[in-house]
């Protein structure tokens, strides 16, 4: 079992930055690919950026390419969104999950686990 804990969410002006966090129990975090998706109330869930276990690669929706980044550090157990030239299309309920099979590196909504998530508001 893997919890994770999502943070780092808030309002911020278009053109803002934010770095969301998700920290993770257990001790098998870094076995896990881990990915951030986001959920607009109408809207379908959309995928936005992935990381294989060792960080090594990563991958990202088209629309955030030169704009988002994740990372993760083993050693910390958490997984990071760093957010730039944020748009106010990018607001949304962002949720970080976690995931044996590398689908999510493929932009597909399979994992195991997934965290409560935060919100993020770009005002415009």
């Known amino acids: 079992q893997v919890q994770l804990v999502e943070s780092g969410g808030g309002l911020v002006p278009a053109g803002g930055s934010l770095r969301l966090s998700c920290a993770a129990s257990?001790?098998?975090?870094?076995?896990?690919?881990m990915g951030w998706f986001r959920q607009t109330p109408g809207k379908e869930r959309e995928f936005v950026a992935a990381?294989?276990?060792?960080?090594?690669?990563?991958y990202y929706a088209d629309s955030m390419k030169g704009r988002f980044t994740i990372s993760r550090d083993n050693g910390k157990n958490t997984v990071y969104l760093q957010m730039n030239s944020l748009k106010p299309e990018d607001t949304a309920f962002y949720y970080c999950?976690?995931?044996?099979?590398?689908?999510?590196?493929?932009?597909?909504?399979?994992?195991?686990?997934r965290g409560q998530g935060t919100q993020v508001t770009v005002s415009s």
């Open positions: 999950a976690a995931g044996r099979s590398a689908a999510m590196l493929r932009g597909l909504y399979e994992y195991n686990f």
């Open positions: 990381i294989s276990t060792s960080g090594g690669t990563t």
């Open positions: 257990g001790r098998t975090f870094s076995s896990y690919h």
